[in-house]
């Protein structure tokens, strides 16, 4: 059901850009990707890894840097999240994200950057930093290259 709800807040999002974004028109993409990484913090509060990664490119061109650790292509990067956060005893905790900005980068890529923050059931907070290089596709703005990392020690 939560995956459902995600699912479709994404595509509406990829509707609206797609309504939205009418050849000549110059609004900027930063409304439109704030709200896709709103729709990544809801599904992820939900437990909805699915949900979450819908909001990536599903394509082997996708690059994911974190830990010292290159991903590359969706399956690799939906591995890794699935490992970490979904495999048997893990937990994905309550994610939130601060301090987002978005800048175009031309009319269909734009970069995003911010602090993330995940607190654990048992109150164990990490957090850190991001950069998101975003692309505006047919099925509206996706991620192609996350580069995240750790400020915790």
């Known amino acids: 059901m939560f995956h459902r709800l995600c699912v479709s807040a994404v595509v509406v999002l990829g509707l609206t850009t797609l309504i939205s974004a009418a050849p000549g028109d110059d609004e900027k ?67 939130d994200f601060d301090g987002i900005e978005v800048q175009s980068l031309g009319a269909d890529f734009a970069f995003a950057r911010g602090r993330w923050k995940l607190t654990m059931g048992d109150g164990k907070v990490s957090g850190g930093l991001f950069t998101l290089i975003l692309r505006k596709l047919p099925e509206g703005w996706r991620i192609v290259h996350d580069h995240t990392s750790s400020a915790t020690p």
């Open 29 to 95: 993409p930063s409304a439109a990707i704030k709200t896709l990484l709103d729709t990544q913090v809801a599904c992820w509060n939900k437990k909805d890894l699915d949900g979450f990664l819908v909001t990536y490119w599903h394509n082997p061109g996708v690059v994911f840097l974190s830990g010292g650790t290159r991903s590359d292509g969706f399956d690799a990067l939906k591995t890794r999240y699935h490992n970490r956060y979904k495999a048997e005893g893990r937990e994905m905790g309550h994610l």
